[in-house]
């Protein structure tokens, strides 16, 4: 039994020999195969490497080249082009905002515009309730005859001291010849002394009566001296008050000063208003520019007269608008605001302060492409031209803006008030 135990033990060890031996040919022909094939991507790869340095050379040297090109493009860019040249973003439209309020008391019957629709110089736009107006010219057109009869009677009462005292100097010399005869008869005992005595009284009360003539027409010509009917200053005092109430009948039409508009409508019907009070905005659009604000160190080249090209974000880079500098802000934004800085008190922080410089926009090119105000731009001011004036040195002469609808139309209340006169003078 052993005996065969064991050669069960020899005869598995024989296996397992048998099998270690059968594998080990095969993978020392595995390994034989592989050997040729290693050495050739050996090669393949000694023989790459030069190629691939060759070629990461020739990227790096074109790399380098494109970046040297780069920076001497950008630095004759920035000698011919760039360092001339001052832009921000900082930048809006500005424009005049004409505020449009009553001249009298009342209230409002009628609107003729809205928001957002243009409206001509002239054109109605309010019309306020006019009763007590109306009543007031009426007032004004009777009291304006009265005075004109009554400065008439004035001219009459000099007329008729001057035929009194023609007649009292008359009653004078009557009295005179009669005192006279009767003293050279009184030496005849023809009269007594007694009727002497009434013709001296009748004779001073004679140069009595003519004294107060002359001076009651003393009094009476300085009422009237050196005018006329038309010029006398009481007939002038009762003109002014008429053409005063028939220009607050002008009044109640509220017009357009300027053509633009309508913006900020805050007038509702049946509303009382007051001198004061605010109606709406006119915008005229064609009386736009640009406010930009620079930084303090882009300001040293910037000169009245350079040229400036503007973009907006409404319409996008590819519109250009052309322009100009026409004034430098006289401080910078901080100093006017509501609640200035107080640098002098606790701990002070620089900030890099900006100041508004005023760009003047091509008519043209606003007619063209309309702005609003408040947008916001971009701007570039081209400093080439550094010979202008930083500081405007030069006064207006002529009137910037105007507006022709307060002068008023004298001739309808000229043609009012010479009816007046003709019909009581």
Not at 60 to 76: E, T
Not at 228 to 244: M, R
Request: net charge neutral; glycine share 4%; hydrophobic share 40%.
């Amino acid at each position: 039994m052993e005996n065969k135990t064991e050669e069960n033990k020899t005869d598995k060890q024989s296996s397992e020999n048998q099998n270690a031996d059968d594998k080990k040919p095969a993978g020392n022909q595995a390994a034989g195969d592989n050997k040729p094939a290693d050495n050739k991507d050996a090669a393949d790869d000694n023989k790459d490497k030069p190629e691939k340095k060759a070629k990461r050379k020739t990227m790096l040297i074109i790399a380098a080249l494109v970046f040297v090109l780069l920076g001497v493009s950008y630095a004759i860019y920035w000698f011919v082009y760039a360092q001339f040249e001052q832009s921000t973003d900082d930048a809006y439209v500005a424009g005049n905002m004409v505020e449009l309020m009553p001249q009298m008391n009342s209230n409002v019957v009628a609107l003729y515009a809205d928001d957002t629709q243009l409206v001509n110089m002239g054109q109605p736009l309010v019309l306020l309730d006019g009763a007590q107006t109306k009543i007031a010219l009426a007032k004004a057109e009777a009291q304006l005859g009265q005075t004109v009869r009554q400065v008439k009677q004035l001219y009459d009462v000099v007329k008729e001291l001057r035929s009194t005292i023609v007649q009292r100097q008359a009653d004078l010399d009557n009295a005179r010849s009669d005192l006279a005869r009767r003293k050279s008869l009184i030496g005849e005992h023809a009269v007594s002394a007694e009727e002497v005595q009434h013709a001296q009284t009748t004779l001073a009360q004679t140069q009595s009566a003519l004294n107060t003539a002359k001076y009651q027409l003393q009094a009476a010509e300085s009422m009237v001296a050196n005018t006329t009917l038309t010029t006398h200053p009481s007939v002038l005092t009762a003109e002014a008050v008429l053409k005063d109430a028939y220009l607050a009948v002008q009044r109640l039409m509220i017009r357009a000063p300027v053509s633009g508009f309508i913006a900020k409508r805050s007038v509702q019907i049946g509303q009382r208003v007051s001198s004061s009070t605010p109606l709406m905005v006119i915008v005229p659009l064609n009386q736009i520019w640009v406010d930009a604000n620079f930084k303090e160190n882009q300001l040293g080249n910037i000169r009245i007269g350079q040229p400036v090209i503007v973009t907006s974000d409404m319409y996008g880079s590819d519109v250009k608008f052309h322009g100009k500098v026409v004034g430098l802000d006289a401080g910078t934004g901080s100093v006017f605001s509501l609640l200035p800085a107080q640098n002098a008190t606790g701990n002070w922080i620089k900030i890099v302060q900006r100041l508004p410089v005023r760009i003047l926009l091509d008519p043209r090119d606003i007619a063209k492409y309309p702005l609003r105000l408040g947008l916001s731009l971009a701007v570039t001011v081209d400093t080439h031209e550094r010979r202008g004036m930083a500081v405007a040195s030069s006064q207006p002469v002529n009137p910037i803006y105007t507006t022709a609808i307060f002068t008023n139309n004298d001739q309808a209340v000229d043609a009012l008030i010479a009816r007046i006169l003709k019909q009581n003078g």
